[in-house]
């Protein structure tokens, strides 16, 4: 099939390979005809970018998710390409400079990052005036940008308590998007993505390593043999650990985070706010995108990542929190909210205390990488590679890596939809409708209008959950 703007990425040398059922199908057919350099586990944002960089240095990879790609924590976060700003109390300067640079280059390379206003109250339960002054400042300074910040004062806009606001700029993105961007990369240099293919026992075989896999599209069990094997599962990161090493010798905590979803109007805001929660002084966003308003965060430990929901009292707690802003706003506004699961390696009584930084433990065939953020996704792909190098003595383009080397055409309605399942690997409608498009989050009707057509264009594919609309 040709799209208009195909010309443009053919131009552009990003004309997308087909990426579909079938493609698919023959991959996991022809699993056991090579020894892959690596196989990754797990097509969240981590697994994502390790592809990217490692098939961009023309190694042999096979990526594996469980469900679809980006379908864990990678379509949960608050959305935000951002350096964080809160990280400066810690004097996490460092950090803080990696998260801005990546941020600058995500929105000068690719199409879905873009800048915005963000608004930071001050109020009785903010960080003072001049402190915030200072940290701003600084942060203005690490990413390169002169402006001095100056309060404006609350001219009735928010609630009563609101003395004021800075203002100062950051990114977002979609985190399902950006995935499926590195995904398409990969796949584009060489690589073998397979979403919907369970890993369920890794195992040394003198120099190599046989994964198994079970196949939940075409129920199947099928197995892959590579030389070095990574963990990217992210919230489940530590249940991959303990099956390659067989032990139980980590600490991984799980914190929940809830955000809700509410008509823009409902919210009126056209910058992005940073506040503080009365209830318990934690920092919570509100932010604008389009049609509707996002609100969150909670940061709650979870034991189970296969076992969590959210709950009345998580969108209490973020009404209520947000209320003080907009004092209008109901619970009964939501239209929709959906969680997403930190991993924290670290200890610590409160999940807020504990670093949200990634960390990496090696063995000798496996690398596994726990925790991390959507911003530095491309830092800690350089950070594996580079211990993947050493391993291996392999010499690898690591510096400025990894490229998004892919960008969607600019089509709509069925033509995206056939696109979506023919060049992005979208097997069932609630992969265009939760992920690759996310209506649940950003249409105020969830994009029940759509509904129809989407699922009659999976209706000769078995196993083609059909999705009902949502009130
Ligand atoms: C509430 C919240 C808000 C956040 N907001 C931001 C933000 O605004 N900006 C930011 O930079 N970061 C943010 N983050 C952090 C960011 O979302 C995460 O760092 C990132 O999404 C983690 O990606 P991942 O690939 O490591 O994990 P995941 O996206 O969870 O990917 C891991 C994948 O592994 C798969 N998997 C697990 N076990 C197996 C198996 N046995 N076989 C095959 N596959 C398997 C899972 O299905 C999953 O898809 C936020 C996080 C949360 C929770």
Known sequence: ??????????????????FGVMERREWIDHSQDAVYDVAIVGGGITGAGIANILSQNGLKIILLEKGDFASGTSSGSSKLIHGGLRYLANLHLREVRTLLKERNYLSKNTDIVKFMNFRILIDPYSWKRETMR????????????????????????????????????????????????????????????????????????????????????????FSVTARYGINAAGPWSKKVYDLSEGKNDISLKLSKGVHIVVPAEKAKTQSAIVFRSH???????IIPRGEVTIIGTTDKFLNDPDDFSVSEEDVNYIVSSARRIFPSLSEEDVTYSYAGIRPLFGNGDD???????????ESERMIHIFGGKLTDYRYAARRVASIYGKKTDLKLRIRSMPLVN???PHISGKELYLYEMNHECALYPEDI???????????????????????SLFEDRENAHVISPKS
């Open 433 to 455: 409708v939760r992920r690759r498009e996310a209506f649940d989050v950003y249409r105020k009707d969830r994009g029940n209008s759509e509904l129809d057509l989407i699922n």
């Open 406 to 408: 892919y960008s969607r």
């Open 134 to 221: 200072l940290g701003l400042i600084t942060y203005n300074v690490l990413s390169g940008n002169p402006e001095f910040p100056r309060m404006k004062r609350n001219s009735g806009e928010y609630g009563s308590e609101v003395r004021g606001y800075f203002t100062y700029r950051d990114a977002w993105s979609d985190d399902c998007r950006l995935t499926i961007y590195n995904i398409l990369s990969a796949v584009n240099a060489g690589a073998r993505c397979l979403n919907y293919a369970r890993v369920v026992s890794i195992k040394n075989e003198g120099n190599t390593i046989r994964i198994d896999a079970e196949d939940s599209v075409d129920k199947r069990k």
């Open 351 to 361: 999940p807020g205390s504990i670093s949200r930084g990634f960390v990496i433990r």
């Open 1 to 18: 099939m040709f799209y208009p703007d195909m010309l443009s990425l053919f131009m552009a040398g990003m004309f997308p390979k087909s």
């Open 279 to 285: 209830l318990d002084q934690r920092q919570m966003f």
